[in-house]
């Protein structure tokens, strides 16, 4: 079925681990954005990349890195896990920055615990 | 500072009676708004959407009120059904947030039978 896919779908880490989510979608959609979602907090945007190539800053970037391999795939990297970064962690695509009244199509998301 | 808020962070509804969820936003640039429902271990999904440009939009039993003066939208579901127990989270975009999503905290409806 076409979508996103992220992976894992559940992750423990130790504090000062690092670990990369996968995600990747099939529609070729040109944006990509990383989400974590907290109790209290709803959704905030870590990064994103509005087309191949290019990636930015999101509201919460602090300890992440972010590369978006080609037009299909944005990982996510954590270099040390730090227990403020025990979330749930969604991949959302897009098919334009800006364009379509559609929305975003979101992943199932990546529960990480750091412990 | 939270431009998007849901103050009500719960909702239950009779099966077949009408649900309302509210949210607000302080950011005057925002210009797109958007509904979301999520379901747990699932990713959320879009309900609905209003441009600024208009002050509202019906799609079957959803409706979107936007109130641009007061900040406000709202989502009325008319009439609920269990079904449509889930996390509602409403969304903006636009401004300097043009192509990215700035979501409210989200609200927990449940729908009785």
């Known amino acids: 079925n076409a979508g996103v896919t992220q992976t894992p779908k559940f992750q423990v880490l130790k504090t000062g681990q690092s670990m990369t989510l996968q995600c990747a979608q099939d529609m070729n959609h040109n944006s990509m954005y990383w989400y974590r979602q907290d109790p209290g907090m709803g959704l905030r945007l870590i990064y994103y990349s509005a087309s191949e190539g290019t990636t930015d800053k999101g509201e919460v970037p602090n300890g992440y890195n972010v590369s978006r391999l080609n037009k299909r795939e944005f990982s996510l990297r954590l270099e040390s896990a730090a227990p403020s970064q025990t979330s749930v962690y969604f991949c959302?695509?897009?098919?334009?920055?800006?364009?379509?009244?559609?929305?975003?199509?979101f992943g199932s998301g990546t529960r990480l615990t750091v412990v | 500072d939270q431009q998007v808020k849901q103050n009500s962070p719960s909702l239950s509804v009779q099966e077949g009676r009408i649900s309302i969820l509210n949210c607000d936003y302080t950011?005057?640039?925002?210009?797109?708004f958007l509904w979301y429902k999520k379901y747990p271990a699932e990713g959320p999904t879009f309900l609905i959407s209003i441009s600024s440009i208009k002050d509202k939009n019906e799609d079957g039993r959803f409706t979107v009120f936007l109130n641009k003066s007061a900040k406000h939208l709202s989502l009325h579901i008319v009439p609920s059904q269990p079904g449509d127990s889930a996390v509602y989270f409403c969304?903006?975009?636009?401004?300097?947030?043009?192509?990215?999503?700035?979501f409210g905290q989200g609200t927990i409806l449940t729908v009785h039978p």
């Open positions: 959302a695509s897009r098919e334009q920055p800006g364009q379509g009244k559609d929305g975003y199509t």
């Open positions: 969304a903006a975009s636009g401004g300097t947030s043009y192509g990215k999503l700035t």
């Open positions: 950011n005057s640039m925002f210009d797109y």
